[in-house]
């Protein structure tokens, strides 16, 4: 029983017309969903993603009005996006630079060439050379030519308080690999890199012990969870009972209609889920339609009219 790699991951966003606009005007992602937060429907739940908005490719965002994030120790301190090729780091640095954003230099870091970079709201992002490694669909309607658009997500950077329990649930509970280390010239922690699958950019956890900094609060511009993949429902079924048997907290299992989830925290308080790579998001919308209009899941359309007036507009 493997999970195969990243889901999705979801960040919190206090001003989503500018949240929007970044993500599909400037790095030219694909909003392939827009819905609300099922478990606050005051609120948009807005998915980017590849152009067939493949699982492991969707960056989510909750419209939360919160203040920023307090950075610190027990998140989520990175996302990385893939593309392929120093070209397309070049690409994405001269086109923010350009758009007034700060970015980092292309590096090598972990043996793959990296561009640090921040969203308006204070999102650390990193752009990574996957080396082409795997299949991509791109977008025809992207702003981002297609030789150079985000592939999807890579590694995520976790900073925690202790490693050793992490790692335990990583390693006996949700079956990773501990693969390697490395150190970031910056930084006061080495980092362990955790693979799930077949490993590679798409599929990993990279994980560093940090009792030097001081408790993140989650607000705008940081990461509410990140999912991890299983294929299809009968492994799902299997993890519920896993983390059931072995006594984890849990959410037991919810359906979201595009795709069924489970959700616990890791031994320091990061949220985790795990969710199928089905059915997708083209169960209620023609593929090519995807995120024009505000989708709701059968089981809210009764509700519809008053969700709608609820929500403020964001384009």
Do not use: C
Request: without cysteine.
């Amino acid at each position: 029983m493997q999970l195969t790699g990243i889901h999705h991951l979801t960040a919190i966003s206090a001003k989503l017309r500018e949240n929007l606009a970044f993500y599909t005007g400037l790095l030219g992602m694909r909003l392939v969903k827009k819905t609300v937060n099922q478990d606050d429907v005051s609120a948009y739940h807005l998915f980017y993603a590849d152009g067939k908005a493949n699982p492991g490719t969707d960056l989510t965002f909750f419209d939360f009005p919160l203040p920023p994030e307090r950075r610190g120790t027990n998140s989520i301190a990175l996302t990385s996006l893939r593309v392929r090729g120093e070209s397309s780091l070049g690409f994405f640095r001269d086109r923010l630079r350009k758009a007034g954003r700060q970015t980092g230099e292309i590096a090598e870091v972990d043996g793959r060439l990296t561009m640090s970079f921040e969203d308006p709201e204070g999102q650390r992002l990193a752009l990574v050379d996957d080396g082409g490694d795997g299949p991509a669909s791109p977008w025809e309607n992207s702003t981002v030519p297609v030789d150079h658009q985000i592939r999807g997500l890579g590694p995520i950077v976790l900073h925690v308080h202790d490693l050793s329990r992490a790692a335990l649930v990583l390693t006996s509970v949700m079956n990773m690999r501990q693969v390697r280390t490395y150190a970031v010239a910056d930084a006061k922690a080495e980092v362990f890199v955790f693979a799930m699958g077949e490993g590679g950019a798409a599929a990993e956890l990279h994980v560093s012990e940090r009792r030097d900094l001081p408790l993140a609060r989650q607000g705008a511009g940081g990461v509410h969870h990140v999912a991890f993949r299983t294929p299809d429902e009968t492994q799902y079924h299997a993890w519920t009972a896993r983390l059931r048997e072995l006594g984890i907290p849990n959410s037991g299992e919810i359906d979201r209609f595009y795709f069924r989830s489970l959700y616990f925290r890791e031994p320091n308080g990061i949220l985790f889920e795990i969710a199928t790579d089905g059915p997708g998001f083209a169960t209620d919308e023609p593929m090519e339609h995807l995120g024009e209009k505000l989708a709701l899941p059968p089981f809210l359309e009764p509700r519809r009219a008053a969700i709608e007036a609820g929500l403020k507009p964001i384009v």
